[in-house]
């Protein structure tokens, strides 16, 4: 069974609408019925959400789907390649900052000078476009540290 199915079979059972399920947890009805069709899936927070609520299992939600199981698999990929992004971008920055502050305090003037400046500012505005995922890639990196 999938987890659409799964999902349908317990709002059934416990007599709900899926307008009801979908104010229980906080999303649209049109959410609710893609995740029973199979055409979207909950993200992880809202599956365990939807554990808790419902007094489920995650094993009984997600064991026998195998494409959910796929598709998370894939989230989890996008999510560690974003992370090796922003540590390279946020060395990068670093590094750049650095050069910047040295030929600053040596009073260096030339092209390089200006185009470490360029890639500082186009850095650090890159950087900020990416806030959001800050705190997982520094939760990430203070866990390796220790």
Not at 67 to 90: A, F, I, P
Request: one cysteine or more.
């Amino acid at each position: 069974m999938s987890f659409g199915e799964n999902f349908k079979f317990v709002r059934q059972q416990k007599h709900l609408t899926q307008a009801a399920v979908a104010e229980e947890l906080y999303v649209a009805r049109q959410t609710i019925s893609s995740w029973e069709n199979g055409r979207s899936y909950p993200d992880i927070g809202m599956l365990v959400q939807i554990s808790t609520v419902y007094d489920l299992s995650l094993d009984y939600l997600l064991k026998e789907d195998l494409s959910m199981l796929k598709h998370y698999e894939v989230q989890t990929t996008t999510s560690r390649r974003q992370q090796r992004l922003l540590s390279v971008g946020y060395g990068i920055n670093l590094g750049l900052l650095f050069l910047s502050y040295c030929f600053w305090f040596l009073d260096i003037e030339g092209s390089f000078t200006d185009i470490v400046t360029v890639g500082l500012i186009v850095m650090t505005f890159t950087l900020l476009l990416n806030y959001p995922h800050f705190d997982e890639w520094a939760t990430t990196k203070r866990e390796g540290w220790t």
